[in-house]
């Protein structure tokens, strides 16, 4: 392979993974985050109140 | 069964590699760091590979994880950029320094007619001071300065006064020395270029020790200078013929998802277990080194015994 070439693979590539893992995971956390959020909105108010 | 990468005339298992990139994401997860310190020791002595084929892949897979690293940073905006900038330049010119080190080593010291290899030993000794020092100041740490400690507290290196001085508003330090940020900047690419380790296993300690930044600055400064020291550490080793960019990815593609159970896991243990740990697992792997050396020195010395024996039987 051409070694110019090669050489901006090389640091292409990996800056591509970098991006794509950075996009990936802020989706799953935001994901995780509106998912927990949606349980605690769930959660029934208490119904048993006692003055 | 698996596919196999030849890595400088080393037949490397896929597999295996990727194991290994796995093994390294989880402990970088755990710890919060970028594992290079662990990558390159274990891909010579697990997988065999040349030092410094090792190094090249070790900093060309850095560029993976310095540019997710980057983009995290740049949204919670907890980066000294001036402390960045100024050890740019210091970085660029000590990560090529550091690389023709690395070239001048694996050609090694010519004795007569023949040649004694240096990259095992210089390396070995570089990373067992390394990791011995990094080691031991989390150990000595106290625990109020490791874990609490949001504030600047001039350090010793921010209170010499040499040279041009500057403000660092966004860590509260004022009148550093740019020129001594600038050299730390050339040892950490040195080191880089050397070693093949992203430099904030030596950084982290260099910036909140010696120069007082609050922990809080102190992690997200330094990303920049770890995106341009792995891409110049990458360019270096790429013209000397050192990067395998199949093991580059196989460990970047494993160590980056397997870092994410890394940073779970980190979450249900305390601090001050979490620095005994780490302690525990950089001095381990100098005595993984010592190991390999006191190995290969057995090794050598059944070779030399056996030698003037089948001479000696031949006649």
Known sequence: MNPVLYALLCLIIPAVWGF???????????????????????????IDYEI | MFPTLDVGGVHVSLFAAAALGAGVGIVAGLFGVGGGFLLVPALHVVLRVPLPLAVGASVCQMIGTAFSTFLRQRKQGQAEIRFDVLMLGGAMVGTEAGARTLSWLDHGLRWGKSSVPLT????????????????MSLIRAKPRVADVLDQAHPG????WKVGPLIDLPRSGLKQVPALVIAYVGLGLGFLSGLLGIGGGVALMPVMIYGFGFPIRYAAGTGVMVLIVGSATATLSHVLRGNVNLGLAMSLLLCSSLFAQLGARLS?????RIMRKLFAFLLLSTVGVLVYDIWNQAQHHRTQATEQPSKASAGK
């Open chain 1, 20 to 46: 794509f893992s950075y996009w990936l995971f802020s989706k799953i956390d935001a994901a995780r985050s509106r998912k927990a959020k949606q349980n605690q909105d769930d959660q029934s108010p208490p």
């Open chain 2, 120 to 135: 095992k030993p210089v390396l070995y000794v570089c990373y067992s001071i390394l990791l011995i020092f990094v080691a």
């Open chain 2, 156 to 159: 010793p290196m921010a209170r």
């Open chain 2, 267 to 271: 979450s249900r243990l305390p601090p």
